[in-house]
């Protein structure tokens, strides 16, 4: 590799990471939206549901099996040696009925409705009633929402740190070879 091909290299790099700059900033900017819109719709919420329905009271403690976590990162190595992130969601929306067989069979029914009711605490929304305004459902989509972009957020900067590491190496290598 000569120095004409290293500063070429170079050049699409610095490129490469204004464009990484810019979706970093467009990605920021996109969750502060996501995250004030999502206050301002449970804000809504608790003004209609009054301040003692929508409060930390209703949240179950750390110490509570009720909380588990609805959405994890999945860290994957990629090809080169980059982590990218991912989200694993888990499915608190079921439909509340078991399959054919269950149906049939009546013997386990309260062990059922036991695993149903627990299936139906996993949703946060849950903890507020049954019947929640719809600007807390909307607070729930935005939150979610954010937590996407957030994820891609860390992709992003792991992917800036991934060129900005290249830049380095090159540009030794080109003082390297301009001082020979």
């Known amino acids: 590799m000569n120095v004409e091909e290293i500063c070429k290299e170079l050049d699409s790099l610095s490129i490469r990471m204004l464009q990484l700059m810019k979706e970093y900033i467009n990605v920021k900017l996109i969750i502060e939206d996501l995250i004030k819109n ?15 329905n929508v409060s930390a009271l209703q949240l179950p403690s750390e110490e509570s099996n009720d909380v588990i976590a609805s959405t ?4 994957k190595e990629t090809t080169d040696e980059v982590l990218l992130l991912e989200l694993s969601r888990l499915n608190i929306h079921r439909n509340g009925k078991g399959d054919d067989s269950d149906a049939l069979r009546q013997r386990n029914k309260k062990k059922e409705e036991d695993k149903l009711e627990k299936e139906c605490s996993r949703d946060p ?8 305004p ?23 900067q792991i992917e800036m740190l991934s060129v900005e590491a290249k830049y380095k190496r090159l540009l030794s290598k080109k003082l390297e070879m301009n001082k020979q």
């Open 72 to 75: 994890t990162v999945i860290c």
């Open 134 to 156: 719809h600007d807390m459902r909307q607070a729930q989509s935005k939150f979610n929402k954010a937590i996407e972009y957030v994820v891609e957020c860390a992709n992003l």
């Open 38 to 52: 999502g206050s301002l719709h449970l804000a809504k919420s608790r003004y209609i549901m009054g301040n003692r």
């Open 125 to 132: 929304l849950k903890w507020f009633g049954v019947l929640v």
